[in-house]
């Protein structure tokens, strides 16, 4: 008779030759496995991560939030690739819709993994120590001592002096040491919530404004005032402070002692006078990373350069233009670019693409640059463009912005026409019968950022929490010690919740302890 094949042992009953289908969940039931899976502790930290990641982008790219300019230049620089960013709202990083959904849902996820712990940890704070195993030897750290020259009254009292909680029943104690650390966990995973509502609430009631102020002008706090004002969603540009800063001098100083620093810039200084509304004006200062107070409001020095005087001639002597210009710097040494828009020059309206260099030096290619910061031998280059300048037209433009398109350029470039030159105080003719233009002086302006944000208190003490919880998390060891008399003598057992190489050491001290003589 042969043996029977496998398929023989094994058949296939009819009932279940049918394919099992798995039965349909209910609404009810997706989101509860959505809110599972989202309050899990894998997500959040997956979350967590995503957030920084996110973050990354708003130190690569200007932000207008910050730095407004930074963003024309960057538009201007990389006029193909500056679009596809901001369709992706790479300059407006910390407002965009996704980096707004990665927050409300780490929001969620870390109200979720905390809530459910606290009433946990607190009937565990509650509770009494577990009692002891069966078999303590098997615990990480075991000692049996003799039970004639050990008593447990006096493991009882060590372990009270070193802040374990004990109880004593009969011939065992057990004792429990460390909860805090849980404790410290739970303040960390709060405060991180704090954290988040503090930035969102804070970022809502906030807002934020840029203006450039050039040496002598004043700056009245309201929307109008502003170059770009970016409020908050639940701020009121009506509950703006009143206050005006007015700029009185703009003062950098250089480093001409170091020969290898030569030239640096060591400290920028903005001297002004701030006024409240009904009260005296107030000189102040305002530094880098030194901002002045205001109620409400915080003003912080971000950036500066020069702003050439210029007086722009007609033909017949008419002024046509006439005051300082904001030039935006290039490089380290402020070679710098400006735009002057002429839109009432007669008999047609012009514009001028011009270059300012506070040292000028000369390439050997024979272009100009600039040498250094400091104003040493001023140089003023022009181009000239003559053409409809789209002013009038209602649409609004970039003032720092030439577009060249559609205009005829008569002095500079490849027009045939040298370029203007002009030393301060110098006065060029103008081609194609424009008239004249004059360098006439040369001012400092400084770039302010005015800010507002309730939830900055807020953050700083969420995040001194956060760090104290890290801290209670990381120095405090959760222990349990068991004690008891046995037909073989005193078992000591010592289980760690964490990885713990001092648990031998706690094992020797309580026999030690057992040990001493009253």
Not at 1 to 28: C, F, N, T
Not at 309 to 334: E, H, K, Y
Request: with cysteine.
């Amino acid at each position: 008779m042969s043996s029977p094949q496998p398929s023989d042992r094994y058949v296939v009953r009819k009932e279940y030759a049918e394919p099992i289908e798995a039965p349909d969940l209910s609404l009810k039931s997706w989101l509860r496995w959505i809110w599972r899976q989202l309050t899990s502790m894998r997500i959040a930290l997956i979350l967590l991560l995503l957030l920084a990641a996110a973050a990354i982008p708003g130190s690569l790219y200007p932000q207008r939030s910050a730095d407004p300019n930074g963003v024309v230049l960057y538009f201007k620089n990389n006029p193909g690739l500056a679009p596809w960013l901001d369709n992706l709202q790479l300059f407006d990083v910390y407002s965009s819709s996704w980096f707004s959904s990665i927050y409300l849902l780490l929001f969620i996820s870390l109200i979720g993994c905390v809530i459910p712990r606290v009433g946990v940890h607190y009937k565990a704070l509650i509770a009494p120590p577990p009692h002891a195993p069966t078999s303590l030897s098997r615990l990480p750290a075991y000692k049996l001592v003799s039970a004639k020259k050990n008593k447990l009254n006096k493991a009882e009292k060590f372990l009270k002096s070193k802040r374990f909680r004990v109880i004593a029943e009969g011939d065992s104690i057990r004792a429990e040491k460390g909860y805090f650390r849980e404790t410290g966990n739970l303040i960390f995973h709060t405060s991180l919530i704090g954290v988040l509502i503090s930035v969102g609430l804070g970022n809502a009631l906030s807002y934020s404004g840029q203006r450039v102020l050039i040496e002598g002008e004043t700056f009245v706090n309201n929307e109008a005032g502003y170059d770009s004002f970016t409020p908050g969603l639940l701020y009121d540009s009506k509950n703006l402070t009143p206050f005006s800063i007015t700029l009185d001098k703009f003062s950098t100083t250089y480093d001409y002692t170091n020969a290898n620093n030569y030239g640096r810039p060591l400290d920028f200084i903005a001297s002004v006078t701030s006024k409240l509304l009904n009260q005296n004006p107030t000189r102040e200062v305002v530094k880098v990373n030194d901002p002045l107070q205001l109620p409400n409001s915080k003003v912080y020095l971000t950036g500066n350069g020069y702003a050439p005087v210029i007086v722009l001639r007609d033909a017949d002597g008419t002024i046509s233009f006439s005051g300082p210009v904001v030039f935006l710097p290039q490089d380290s040494n402020l070679t710098s670019l400006g735009v002057i828009k002429n839109p009432d020059a007669k008999p047609k309206q012009y514009g001028i693409a011009a270059f300012f260099y506070p040292t000028v030096a000369k390439l050997k290619t024979g272009a100009f640059t600039s040498a250094h910061p400091e104003i040493i031998n001023p140089l003023l280059t022009m181009n000239v463009y003559v053409g409809n300048l789209g002013l009038d037209n209602g649409i609004a433009s970039n003032a720092f912005d030439l577009q060249v398109h559609g205009l005829k350029q008569v002095a500079g470039g490849k027009s045939g026409v040298k370029g203007i030159q002009l030393e301060k105080g110098q006065t060029a003719t103008l081609p194609d019968g424009l008239g004249t233009v004059e360098f006439k002086g040369i001012k400092r302006f400084a770039s302010l950022d005015i800010t507002y944000n309730p939830g900055e208190l807020y953050v700083l003490f969420f995040s001194i929490l956060t760090f104290l919880g890290l801290i209670l998390m990381l120095i405090i060891p959760r222990r349990r010690v068991w004690v008891r008399r046995t037909e073989e003598g005193i078992e000591i057992g010592s289980l760690a919740k964490s990885k713990d190489d001092s648990l031998d050491k706690l094992v020797r001290e309580i026999a030690k302890a057992m040990k001493k003589k009253d």
